[in-house]
């Protein structure tokens, strides 16, 4: 292991078994079933072209156009709601502080930063991709960094500063409606890229970890979360989710789109950037809690460092 380790933090942060000696962190063979999937979504979802996000004339072989103008669609109709608690994003605020604390951590050891610190991220210059109104972006200027946030929907940029603006600590983030293969052509790099909930929506995901890696620095940091395609996922984030208690509008999420552990560190490894570790979510539904858990079947977030180029 390459990095400094709290080890009482990473205990309470590190799902028993996933580290980077984890089977699940070992990148699957080329020839595996994961890799033969990937490859056939790859050729169904060919990033079409779409004057949602700006200009994207992205068809450039390493960093084709990331977005899929259905989902962004969905995005553009709800994105009045970024802020009410009590909307279709409920879900995404409740989850808030514990991805928060997630990111908190493993940036805080990756980066050697004072994890008591009132800014620990001092002196980080984090990308937020897929920012939405900004409920992460928001947290990470509270906490010291420079966040740039971006969004490939105009409205949810427009949204995003107007809230920002209302606190002189969230004032300075910058939000563009862009796309990350768009940044990537301006040649700006981050310490931490950081993309939450996004790729399951995006046309190409193993594309998409290409841009994100190569916004990154050489040892910087990239974390995203995601859904698991799996029954329990099936179950719970689109039956019970979209359909039984309403939280989000029903066809917000298709199944097929989502990537398990196994798919996300493979594609990730294949962009440069070594997963070191996951960790689940796992909502109460008693208390309405979300709480880091070893048990990634629905929920996940991962944290990978850029290799050296
Ligand atoms: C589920 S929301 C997550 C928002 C935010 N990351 C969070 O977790 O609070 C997905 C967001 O990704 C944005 N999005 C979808 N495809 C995108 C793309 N190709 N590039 C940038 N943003 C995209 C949507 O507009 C939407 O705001």
Redesign the pocket.
């Known amino acids: 292991m390459t990095w400094w380790i709290h080890r009482g933090l990473r205990r309470a942060l590190v799902p028993r078994g996933l580290n980077s000696s984890s089977p699940l962190l070992r990148p699957p063979a080329a020839s595996s079933p994961y890799f033969s999937s990937l490859q056939s979504r790859s050729q169904e979802n060919a990033a079409p072209e779409s004057g949602i996000?700006g200009s994207t004339s992205s068809k450039t072989a390493s960093f084709r156009?990331?977005?899929?103008p259905t989902?962004?669609a969905k995005?553009?109709a709800i994105a009045e709601t970024w802020w009410d608690s009590q909307g279709p994003?409920k879900p995404?605020h409740l989850m808030?502080p514990t991805?928060v604390s997630f990111i908190r951590s493993t940036l805080c050891r990756h980066f050697r930063k004072d994890p008591f610190s009132v800014r620990p991220f001092e002196g980080l210059k984090i990308i937020?991709?897929?920012?939405?109104?900004g409920?992460?972006s928001e947290p990470l200027a509270r906490m010291g960094a420079t966040v740039t946030g971006?969004?490939?929907?105009e409205k949810?940029i427009k949204i995003a500063d107007i809230h920002a603006a209302l606190d002189p600590l969230t004032s300075s983030i910058e939000y563009h409606c862009?796309?990350?293969e768009e940044v990537v052509k301006e040649n700006k790099k981050f310490d931490a890229v950081i993309?939450?909930?996004?790729i399951e929506?995006?046309?190409d995901p193993a594309d998409?970890c290409k841009s994100l890696a190569a916004l990154t620095v050489p040892k910087g940091a990239t974390i995203i979360?995601t859904i698991n395609r799996s029954m329990r996922s099936y179950a719970t984030a689109i039956i019970a989710a979209e359909y039984l208690l309403n939280w989000l509008p029903k066809g917000t999420h298709q199944w097929s789109r989502f990537l398990t552990p196994e798919e996300l560190v493979l594609i990730l490894e294949r962009a440069g950037v070594s997963v070191q570790e996951m960790a689940g979510f796992v909502y109460n539904p008693l208390t309405g809690d979300w709480t880091l858990s070893d048990d990634t079947s629905v929920n996940f977030i991962a944290f990978g460092t850029k290799r050296n180029e």
């Open positions: 996000g156009s990331s977005l899929n989902e962004v995005f553009a994003f995404l808030n991805r937020d991709v897929g920012c939405g109104g409920i992460l971006i969004d490939a929907v949810n862009t796309t990350a993309s939450l909930e996004v929506h995006v046309a998409f979360s």
